[in-house]
């Protein structure tokens, strides 16, 4: 009888856990999902009809649904392709062990809604410019016709920007006009009438080009968008001049859809007011600085090329990007200063052409006077390369083709002025932090808490963009409002000491909760 009764008090107790963790089951993933998925995966976006952000219900296409797993595990969902143990960025998106074994339980499951009223709201995302009202606004001329035929389209478009006198530009923000057709877009600014020309040997509006302006055209880079970027002013004052009469061209990547559509995509130009601005420079550093020459890949093998460049002044580094073509297996790059220190720069493990991203950094880099920037790539041209265009493989070279290679990547710097470095351009993952430039960081902002693990005192920093009406919560992992707490409602940044003493060791969530947002961090506490 003993014996009966724990049973059916085992079979209680896993009933009861079962229905426990069925009720938290949305709740532990939707985060997860939400700061890493849906900013592509939502109506009107490139991952439209694979991933439903408004709620739970992930099952608008059951056969991709079943493979997420698959995908989260393997590292292809979401596309973050730099090391972050090398180097961190802004807008990172990476998945811990726990959230991809909380995707896959879920999952497996077959995505139990649990209690949704324990779920954090959806984010909200604007429908016009994230940044401001722009003061140019610069739009195709006419629709792209995309066929539809399931194959990858590069096509190239010429935007005048009509300008009467030249005129300094503090941030550009392109605008998908179909965001479920567009991949991702590059940036340039025309000064001649090149674009013009190669726009004017073909028939239709825009031009093809795979590895970038297309050959002939005299492109400056100036920047890149794909789905989930987060447009940015530059930092500390920074502009590109845009001379009178010069041309915008955008270079978009449209995805291989299997229906026919089109696209008519803008860019919003900001113009600065700054009394004192600090001109950009985007270095394009390629081939010519190979040290082991010549530029090319041969047949049936795997191999590795290294670049130097010697940095030609004092400069703040804030962004990078570095492109290969579908050879390309990885790339890393490095600086080595006057006296010997080494700043990692960027490692990307496993190359992605479809997944190009101009990476910011949180802070800017002090790139003295004597530093040398290193590059490694390397090509993989076997056939155990799924993207190797050519089968069987061949000898591939330098080119702007498809079937060509590049050995390229661009530096985004200012010139130096002392205190670059402690500057705080935005971050949601620094432990502590520096007001944010005015300008840069338009939303509240909280960072991660510190320490963490911690069992005294934890300091929870954030950003106000203005006094604004605020409120820190903490919670239990089951949703219990555990405390709230007033804090200061000023502008800037501002420092809120927790005491977690009393704590009990496990993990919990302080939210910053604001009229316009909600940022939530985790915090563990640990005796």
Not at 2 to 13: I, P, V, W, Y
Not at 448 to 463: H, L, S
């Amino acid at each position: 009888m003993r014996k009966f009764l724990r049973c059916c008090f085992s079979l209680f107790t896993l009933t009861l856990l079962s229905e426990f963790v069925f009720s938290q089951a949305w709740k532990d993933v939707a985060s997860i999902f939400y700061d890493n998925c849906t900013t592509c995966h939502r109506p009107g976006e490139i991952g439209d009809g694979y991933l439903n952000a408004t709620g739970y219900s992930l099952l608008t296409n059951s056969s991709y649904f079943y493979s997420i797993p698959s995908y989260v595990n393997s590292g292809l969902m979401p596309p973050w392709k730099a090391d972050p143990n090398y180097h961190h960025f802004l807008d990172e998106r990476i998945l811990s062990q726990n959230d991809k074994d909380a995707i896959t339980n879920w999952v497996n499951a077959g995505a139990p809604a649990g209690d949704t009223s324990l779920a954090p709201q959806p984010p909200v995302f604007p429908t016009g410019s994230q940044i401001g009202t722009p003061d140019l606004v610069l739009t195709m001329a006419q629709p792209h016709q995309i066929i539809g035929n399931g194959i990858d389209d590069y096509e190239c478009f010429v935007l005048p920007t009509n300008l009467l006198q030249d005129q300094d530009i503090s941030a550009l923000e392109f605008r998908a006009g179909n965001g479920a057709a567009v991949h991702h877009v590059f940036m340039y600014l025309v000064k001649d009438s090149s674009a013009v020309y190669a726009d004017e040997q073909t028939p239709e509006y825009g031009y093809p080009s795979f590895g970038g302006a297309g050959e002939g055209v005299h492109a400056d880079f100036l920047g890149l968008y794909a789905p989930g970027m987060v447009p940015r002013f530059y930092p500390a004052h920074g502009i590109v001049t845009f001379p009178a009469g010069s041309f915008l061209l955008i270079q978009i990547h449209y995805a291989p859809l299997t229906y026919p559509t089109t696209d008519q995509s803008s860019v919003n130009l900001f113009f600065s007011n700054y009394t004192d601005p600090r001109q950009v420079k985007a270095t394009r550093v390629g081939e010519g600085y190979i040290t082991n020459p010549p530029f090319k890949i041969n047949a049936y093998e795997v191999d590795t090329f290294y670049s130097e460049y010697p940095v030609d002044g004092d400069y703040s580094l804030f962004a990078i990007a570095p492109h290969q073509h579908l050879l390309g297996k990885s790339f890393r790059i490095f600086a080595v200063t006057s006296t010997d220190d080494t700043l990692p720069l960027i490692s990307i493990p496993q190359w992605d052409f479809h997944w190009q991203l101009l990476y910011s950094y949180p802070f800017m880099i002090h790139l003295q006077p004597g530093t040398v920037v290193h590059a490694v790539a390397v090509y993989d041209n076997t056939t155990n390369n799924p993207n190797n265009p050519n089968n069987p493989p061949v000898e591939v070279h330098y080119g702007e083709g498809s079937t060509d290679e590049m050995f390229k990547y661009l530096i985004c710097t200012l010139n130096y002025v002392p205190g670059d470095e402690t500057l705080v351009i935005d971050s949601t993952w620094h432990p502590v932090g520096i007001p944010p430039i005015d300008g840069i960081v338009s939303t509240p902002q909280l960072y991660d808490c510190f320490p963490n693990p911690a069992n005294n005192i934890v300091a929870i920093t954030y950003y106000l963009p203005y006094a604004m009406k605020c409120s820190l919560k903490v919670y239990d992992i089951f949703g219990r409002l555990l405390s709230t707490n007033t804090v200061s409602e000023t502008s800037g940044l501002n420092r809120f000491d927790l005491d977690v003493s009393k704590f009990i060791v496990g993990h919990y969530l302080v939210s910053l909760q604001t009229n316009i947002l909600t940022v939530t961090k985790p915090l563990v506490v640990e005796r």
